[in-house]
């Protein structure tokens, strides 16, 4: 099993296409790029705050501001995208036949793509302040 290149000059002499130097360059970026998106968002939910009280309340306070669903559906989406971008060069590593490598990337980015379709709705598709209202007034009783 060849060794992935560690150097961009070693991915320019292993990969024959653009599009594959291209992938190569985008995982070491956007893994660059997540390692702060991902702090910052542990940052905001999770240290900035005390986790013990947070409720619906704030989790719909804070996804009603559009930066944050702007923030959210950036990681998502980077991260969507690294992670299957991963799986692929797995598939080529060890999967040896053309077809089952085809269908099984096939099955990889429509998984993907659907969970960040569903991932992107959820944070966008309501307003989080009047679904949360009307969840306290069923939960009150009135």
């Known amino acids: 099993m060849a060794t992935r ?7 320019r002499a292993t990969y024959s296409t653009n599009r594959e ?3 190569w360059v985008f ?8 390692i702060f998106l991902v702090f910052a968002h542990l940052f905001f939910n999770n240290i900035q705050i005390n986790v013990a009280t ?8 804070r996804l009603s501001k559009a930066w944050v669903k702007v923030y ?15 799986l692929r ?8 036949r053309p077809s089952t ?9 429509t998984v993907a793509a659907a969970m960040f379709v569903v991932g992107v709705m959820a944070l966008w598709a309501f307003s989080y302040q ?6 306290q007034s069923v939960s009150h009783g009135g």
């Open 130 to 135: 009047q679904m949360g209202d009307a969840i």
């Open 5 to 11: 290149p560690k150097t961009l000059e070693q991915a």
């Open 101 to 109: 490598r085809f269908w099984l990337k096939t099955a990889v980015v």
């Open 21 to 23: 130097l291209a992938w």
């Open 54 to 61: 947070v409720d619906y309340a704030y989790v719909a306070g």
């Open 89 to 96: 060069y797995s598939i080529e590593d060890y999967f040896k």
């Open 72 to 86: 959210e559906s950036f990681l998502l989406g980077l991260a969507m995208l690294h992670g299957t971008n991963g």
């Open 27 to 34: 995982m070491r970026i956007s893994g660059f790029l997540l």
